[in-house]
């Protein structure tokens, strides 16, 4: 068989997902859609195959397929940049957004970028444009139509400075206004008459809705509340009915050798009532004996619990049975964690997960301790198990010693749950001083409301019962370490609590298990509530564990009790939306959400907008006849001139023979007919042109003055800048319609009025980043400014990604929760970038959802755990990393080359 050596081996999908990658992360201009913008750049080859892993599916790598709402795989594309769903075309594109000039220019900001920038737009009519030209053509304040007195205070002392110049800018501003007025203002009437551009109020006095945002996920969750709903490979349902389970084990004396030996529980129950033996449980802590082994423990904690049994059976009243067990994760938790076939859990995790019905159904509970000193009574407070077995038996707690050398260590010591409180866990020094009540209660953590609720000095609602407990496990405890669980067992430990159970997944990470936990208790809706917490950026995340749940999991327990960034706790919510399902995935954690109302972001331009006019007015009135009158007259002279044309031409004399009388008839049409449509046309063009020089005006006032709105749109844009400029990027003029929302965001708390729930501008160009780092938000982030064109308000965020959708997911405080998300199209998921607040009034304008995936971390956290959990996995497999032939840039100046053009350059 004959070889072409010049014959190129077909690529595979790795090298075109590659090349495509490059191409994508030039950094070049582009033009796409009739736009022109740039493509981020990657700083080296260690970005590209960072971003190789953050895409990486099950599937490999190539061309991925987008169910749209219909459920048809009618679009398939490379996932390189992020995306958004276009509204107009149905289906997935990539994301271009628009910014400031100061952030485009910014040559400085080498932060990973996987979005197009271009520079900031807006689609002004045409007319608004002229008009502005006449009436304003250098764009000072002073000219804008309205009086800004902050700007007349500010610049007070420099116009008194510069008297001079003041009036050389008038005198100039007024000549320039007043020949484009008498020039260019024809031009109005004419393009309006001539249906070049159509008029940009409208008289119908209603405002468009905001578009449409209509997105379905087709796949089967993991888990769900009906069993319908979720994945064929499940048919467990979630919910089960509270019953108490009895331990399978306990350790009593076998008769015939007379030592302590675990028997199963059928084969010791009271022959006569078939009911179990009381017992005592005894709780201790690994960490507590890291040098003692099994059969060490074990040896010691047979004579710990004989010495107990004989003080309890001392001290009991003589009509109770006599105490002959005791009960020990030593011999009554299996070693067993083989998944029998059919099953979902092994005998070991049954027996881990009913370790607080263990603790129920004991006649005391004993925390066996190696001495009485604090060390040893914080270590066995941050056990997983420690809160729900001293929850679950406030009132049977004694405590006991093994290293001493007196026989006192044996004996029980009774203590309540304040004693507990001081001695078993350390309490937070307080932050401040002079706190009212309220704020004191604030100050406290989780662990003190506990012991508050159950001494009966707080009554805390089951949700924030259950939110503390989790949080104050999730603080306890770090993880994977010596004491055999892993933070996963939180949710099963927290089961106890309460009154409806779940079978155990052993494949479940700890996000799921809180999560299935919350589906089949939730009266109180906590996942829809945890799903509105704006997390608190000055709350340091915690570290995950490798293997030890997706991201951002850990953190959430954490903070799950904690204020969020606007100072709201989850029972402070009011959820609008329900979570039906648990999704499948391994990093991030994510639910099935229903009834979400939806609002697409536009981020490439802002469009072009109509306004929304009341022309009662007496001003309104006078400046639409000026316009109408003008377009009127115009038309008319043009048709005139037109009907002129016609009828000279049909005079024109062909060589025919004419009668008398039809000579007479033409010589009237020449001589007197045609020069009064000329005198018309002039005087029709004549009035049109008087009228039109009132045009800028007009327009000016038809778009500014008496506005009862315009079509609804969320626009967004990178970066900050002042209200005047947006203004007239956005809507062509200045007439102060924006204004900063007084309490939607973060960056609000300090612009707030005294007075009026209003917010001001701030005077400070730097007050937005100054903020930021008040603020201690993450680097990772971003500014980004959502103008609402709907109610006219402007909200600046932190993000470290440009959302792309806003979701109505809950009511808190006389505000809506709104979540703001990217998407990834290839796996049909929104992930949580930010949280805002947004008036009321636009709930019934948003599209209403079915069935939405949501992460509850945001994109970038996701795709860093990914990529850390990958390169750790693949270090275990390959020490070494494979070495790449692709050129690196020889200075930060240089381009990435793409593979293929790496081969042309040797030749291939």
């Known amino acids: 068989m004959a070889h072409f050596p010049f014959r190129r081996k077909k690529p595979t999908d790795v090298e075109n997902t590659k090349e495509n990658l490059f191409k994508r992360y030039d950094g070049k201009h582009h033009r796409s859609s009739g736009m022109r913008f740039q493509r981020p750049s990657a700083a080296n080859l260690e970005t590209i195959e960072n971003r190789m892993l953050e895409l990486e599916d099950a599937h490999g790598y190539g061309k991925k397929k987008y169910l749209n ?58 007319v608004i444009t002229l008009a502005e030209l006449c009436l304003n053509p250098f764009g000072f304040y002073r000219f804008d139509g309205v009086r800004v007195d902050k700007h007349e205070e500010d ?41 070049v551009c159509t008029a940009p109020w409208d008289d119908d006095g209603s405002a468009e809705h905001y578009d449409k945002y209509q997105n379905v996920y087709w796949h089967w969750p993991k888990h769900a509340i009906n069993v319908l709903d979720q994945s064929p490979n499940n048919d467990r349902p979630q919910s089960n009915i509270a019953s108490l389970t009895i331990p399978r084990r306990l350790v009593v004396k076998d008769q015939t050798t007379n030592q302590w030996t675990p028997k199963k529980t059928k084969d010791i129950r009271d022959k006569k009532t078939d009911m179990l033996q009381p017992y005592i449980f005894l709780s201790f802590s690994r960490a507590n004996y890291i040098d003692k082994s099994n059969e060490e423990l074990r040896t010691m904690f047979y004579e710990v619990a004989e010495r107990m049994l004989q003080h309890e ?49 004991a006649k005391r509970v004993y925390i066996v301790l190696p001495t009485e000193s604090g060390r040893d009574k ?93 949080q104050a496990m999730a603080t306890q405890t770090t993880g994977i370490d010596t004491r055999g669980y892993t933070t996963k067992d939180m949710a099963y430990a927290a089961m106890g609590l309460f009154s409806y159970r779940l079978t155990p997944n052993d494949s479940d990470n700890v996000f799921q298990a809180i999560a299935r936990l919350s589906l089949v208790n ?72 229903d009834r979400c109302r939806g609002i697409p972001i536009r981020w490439k331009d802002f469009p072009r907008l109509t306004y929304t006019k009341n022309v009662n007015g007496f001003s309104a009135t006078i400046s639409r006849g000026i316009v109408y009158r003008g377009t009127v007259f115009i038309a008319s002279g043009f048709a005139i001139f037109l009907s002129a044309i016609a009828l000279s031409l049909s005079l024109v004399n062909l060589g025919g023979k004419e009668t008398q009388a039809t000579s007479d008839v033409l010589d009237v049409l020449r001589t007197r007919i045609i020069p009064q449509y000329l005198i018309a046309i002039g005087l029709y063009f004549g009035v049109a042109l008087v009228i039109s020089w009132f045009s800028p005006w007009a327009v000016r006032k038809l778009c500014s003055d008496s506005v009862q709105g315009c079509s609804s749109q969320i626009v967004g844009f990178e970066g900050t800048m002042p209200l005047h400029d947006l203004e007239k990027i956005i809507y062509g003029n200045f007439n102060t319609r924006l204004s ?56 600046v965020i932190s993000a470290e990604r440009p959302p792309v959708v806003a979701l109505i997911c809950g009511r808190e405080g006389g505000m809506l929760r709104v979540l703001l998300c990217s998407w990834r199209f290839e796996k049909n998921c929104l992930y949580r970038e930010g949280v805002i607040r947004m008036r009321s009034s636009i709930e019934d304008q948003a599209t ?21 959990h990958l390169k750790a996995e693949a270090k275990k497999r390959q020490p070494q990393s494979p070495t790449y032939t692709y050129p690196f840039p020889s200075s930060s100046t240089e381009r990435l080359s793409p593979p293929s053009a790496a081969k042309n350059a040797r030749g291939m």
Request: aromatic share 8%; with cysteine.
């Open 155 to 195: 610049d007070m002392a420099r116009r008194q400075e510069n008297l001079v110049l003041r009036i050389i800018k008038q005198i100039l501003h007024w000549i320039t206004s007043i020949l484009l007025t008498l020039t260019l203002s024809w031009i109005i009437p004419l393009v309006l008459s001539s249906e």
């Open 848 to 868: 209403q959802n079915d069935w939405l995936k949501i992460s509850l971390a945001s994109q970038g956290d996701v795709n860093r755990t990914r990529v850390s």
């Open 378 to 470: 914080r270590i066995w407070g941050e056990r997983i198990w420690t809160f729900p077995e001293v929850l679950l038996a406030a009132n049977k707690l004694r405590y006991c010693f093994t290293h001493s050398t007196s026989m006192t260590s044996f004996t029980p010591h009774e203590f309540t749950l304040n004693d507990m409180y001081d001695s078993f866990w350390s309490e937070p020094k307080p932050t401040s001083s002079g706190l009212d009540g309220d704020q004191q209660l604030q100050q406290e953590n989780p662990i003190g409301h506990l012991i508050k609720h159950y001494t009966n000095s707080v009554q805390l609602s089951e949700l924030q019962l259950f939110t503390f407990a989790v």
């Open 740 to 795: 900063y929302t007084a309490s939607s965001t973060v960056f609000s708390e300090r612009l707030r009025e005294a007075n009026l729930r209003l917010s001001k501008e701030p005077d400070d160009r730097n007050h937005w980043e100054n903020e930021f780092k008040r603020l201690r938000l993450p680097n990772t982030h971003r500014l980004f400014t959502l103008v609402d064109t709907g109610n006219m308000t402007v909200s």
């Open 522 to 593: 939730d009266s109180n809706q906590l996942l829809e509530r945890l799903l509105c917490l704006s997390p608190n950026p000055r709350k340091s995340p915690v570290e995950t564990l490798p293997g030890s749940g997706p991201a951002g999991s850990e953190t959430i327990l954490h903070n799950i009790a904690e204020q969020d960034q606007y100072g709201s706790h989850l029972w402070d919510i009011k959820p609008l939306c329900d979570v039906v399902g648990v999704g499948d995935d391994l990093y991030e954690p994510t639910v099935i959400v």
């Open 313 to 361: 059976n001392l001290h009991r009243d003589p009509q109770d049975p006599p105490l002959e067990a005791f009960w020990v994760d030593l011999d009554c938790v299996s070693s067993d964690k083989s998944i029998p076939a059919g099953q979902v859990q092994s005998k070991c995790t049954r027996d881990v997960n009913t370790i607080s019905d263990a603790v129920r159904c």
């Open 69 to 126: 709402p219909d459920g048809d795989e009618d679009h398939e594309k490379y996932t390189d940049l992020d995306t958004y769903y276009s509204t107009t075309k149905g289906y997935p594109r990539r994301l271009v957004v628009q910014a400031t000039p100061e952030v485009h220019n910014n040559r400085s900001d080498h932060r990973h970028r996987p979005w197009g920038r271009r520079h900031i737009r807006g689609r002004v009519p045409f």
